[in-house]
């Protein structure tokens, strides 16, 4: 158990909806990442927010978004939804927001969307 | 920009042998590597960091890696695959934030 929550753990959901994953990190952790994970794909780094602000973005469409709380927990929302946003979306966190902090990942949320 | 490579998609070993999977990177600057670990249906676990420290690092499970920067390279080793260590690995670069994953490695151990 890495200590990273992600709810939900499966989501099924129909094109042109809207899903909100949620991340709640180690305990003292200030930096979140997401990913997403998809077989074409494979593991693409999203965006990182470190202590609330965004630090870092990467491969993320326009339709998601992210943000992270006062209370260090991180929601990624997915809007529009096509099927090929269908794929397995991993929040992660670290101590500190540098490229030497381990990172640790949480056991991920399923989307399929049909 | 920085960029990494893993050389095989799929390694198969016997139970008992030793176990290489190979990575190779690029990075303008000095980068910390790491070596993660995908069971089937569950997060990712890190191995090992390499963090411009000794270039031999010792991870869990008995894996370890060496940092080539002559060759650009951090392979994966350990002297005797387990059946449970039969997963997806992952090699990864990271600088100031960016990381970017390997394709994965895809180890099958045979009995």
């Known amino acids: 158990d890495s200590g990273v929550t992600q709810t939900p753990k499966h989501l099924i959901t129909a094109t042109g909806q809207r899903v909100t994953l949620r991340c709640s990190p180690r305990?003292?952790?200030?930096?979140v990442y997401w990913y997403q994970q998809s077989l074409d794909q494979g593991l693409q780094f999203l965006i990182q927010y470190y202590n609330g602000e965004e630090r870092a973005k990467g491969n993320i469409l326009e339709r998601f978004s992210a943000q992270q709380f006062p209370d260090l927990h991180s929601e990624l929302n997915l809007s529009s939804l096509e099927l090929g946003d269908s794929a397995l979306y991993f929040c992660?966190?670290?101590?500190?927001?540098?490229?030497?902090?381990?990172?640790?990942f949480g056991e991920g949320s399923w989307l399929t969307v049909v | 920009a920085q960029s990494v490579t893993q050389l095989d998609s799929h390694v198969s070993v016997s139970e008992g042998t030793p176990v290489l999977l190979r990575c190779n990177y690029s990075s303008s600057y000095s980068p910390s590597l790491f070596w993660y670990v995908q069971h089937p249906n569950k997060g990712l676990q890190l191995l090992l960091k390499y963090t411009s420290a000794a270039t031999l690092v010792k991870g869990i499970n008995g894996f370890e890696a060496e940092f080539k920067k002559s060759e650009t390279s951090f392979h994966l080793t350990k002297p005797s695959a387990h059946m449970s260590d039969a997963a997806e690995y992952f090699c990864?670069?990271?600088?100031?934030?960016?990381?970017?994953f390997g394709a994965g490695t895809r180890l099958t151990v045979k009995p």
């Open positions: 305990s003292g952790d200030l930096s």
């Open positions: 990864v670069v990271s600088r100031a934030g960016d990381m970017r």
């Open positions: 992660a966190s670290s101590v500190g927001a540098t490229s030497g902090n381990t990172i640790y």
